[in-house]
Structure formats: C-alpha cells, structure tokens
C-alpha cells in the first residue's frame, strides 16, 4: 500500500464550482501536510502547508486534515478556469516528503 | 527574492552515459531535496542534504549521487544512464532545521534518455 493515496482523476467541474480534492494515508507518524498545485511542464508551488488537525484558510483554498482517520483534504472555492491543473498532496516526517500522485482538475469556463 | 533555479532546464542523453544537474536554492535556504517525477510512478524522493550532508535518502540505486556545496548549492549525478531514468528531475529548497518543512521547488531538468 502507498503511504499517501489520492484520486488521479481528471476531475472536471464547471467554473464557479467549489472543488473538494482528498488524499488518504496510512503512517501514523505523519507530521506535515502540504498541498502543491503544478502546471503542466512547471515545478510544484506550494498551496498550503498545515501540521495539525483541522481546518487552514487562505483566501480560496481550505486545507483540512483529519487525523484520526488519516484523511486530508483541499477545497477551492469559486473555482477558476486557472486552477485547472494537478494537486499534489504531500506529507512530511523525519524522513522527508511522500507525495500522492497527483488528481488533474480541469474548470470548465 | 529569487526562487529556486536549476540548470540545465532540458537534456537528452544517449544510454549509458553520465549526467550532472545543478540546483541553486533560495538565497538563506540550506536544505536541498531532489525527486524524480515520472507519469506511472509520480514524484518520489532521491535525496536531501543539508549543510553538505546528505541527511535522507530515498529508494534509488547507487547510479544516482548528489552533493552539496559550502554555499548550499547542489548537484545530482546519474551514471550508466538507462532509457527508465527519462524523468524531470526537480530539487526543491527549505530553510531547514527538520526534514518535511515547506519545500520550494524549481521549474525542474526534463531529462530524456534515448
């Protein structure tokens, strides 16, 4: 079993539309999480960062982690036909970052 | 502030040939990451160092080396180039102290090997 699950998707869904993005993951230990956005043929940027259980804001994205059942999640809110890209989760312990592989979200104008 | 560069941006090699990519992070950061990013197998880790030191190291063979330098910059090495090593290579930098704190990556190398 890989350590972080996500959806690869593509998941379309229609400009406007709040997008709910989810990754599962199976280590305990588990400290960071992190959420990337990539365009194609581009690095990943850093979308939100969070070491605890809860709910993060930053102006349209929600990051929301709920540990006890392993379960980490991004919300964008009035979704944008530049958002359509792939999401990466991420989390990070001791020894470094373990990426899911990624969910390709596509807005539809 | 700059972010992370790396050079060259494209290579194509030919099999069993050698490879050097270089990685400068931001200005400040000390730790320096570099993953493979394949469609199947998606990003998976090659290796950090800090202050020169490779501090973890991921599940690769001893093909792939890197080192770092005195001012943080870092290099990554692949020997014996085979065709499945055809990747975009990224580094991503952090300020540092523990390893999995927000990491910032470059724009990546896209290796192709023929």
């Known amino acids: 079993q890989k350590e972080v699950e996500q959806d690869p998707g593509p998941l379309s869904v229609p400009e406007g539309a709040i997008v709910s993005l989810n990754c599962t993951y199976s280590n305990s230990a588990f400290q960071y999480f992190m959420w990337y956005r990539q365009y194609s043929r581009k690095g990943p940027e850093l979308l939100m960062y969070?070491?605890?259980?809860g709910n993060k804001e930053d102006g349209r994205f929600t990051a929301q982690v709920d540990k006890s059942s392993k379960y980490i999640s991004l919300f964008i809110r009035d979704s944008q036909p530049s958002d359509s890209a792939t999401y990466l989760c991420?989390?990070?312990?001791?020894?470094?970052?373990?990426f899911g592989k990624g969910t390709h979200l596509i807005i539809q104008p | 502030k700059a972010g992370v560069t790396q050079t060259p941006r494209y290579l194509i090699k030919t099999r069993g040939q050698q490879v050097t990519l270089s990685c400068s992070p931001i200005s400040g950061h000390r730790s320096v990451s570099w993953y493979q990013q394949t469609p199947g197998q998606g990003l998976q880790f090659l290796f950090e160092y800090f202050s020169e030191t490779q501090r973890n190291k991921g599940n690769f063979p001893g093909r792939f080396s890197g080192r770092q330098f005195s001012n943080s910059r870092s290099e990554m090495n692949v020997s014996t180039l085979e065709l499945g090593d055809s990747a975009l290579y990224l580094c991503?930098?952090?300020?540092?102290?523990?390893?999995?704190?927000?990491?910032?990556f470059g724009p990546g190398t896209r290796l192709t090997v023929t």
């Open positions: 991503a930098s952090s300020s540092g102290g523990g390893s999995g704190g927000e990491q910032y």
């Open positions: 991420a989390r990070g312990g001791a020894d470094g970052l373990t």
């Open positions: 969070t070491y605890s259980s």
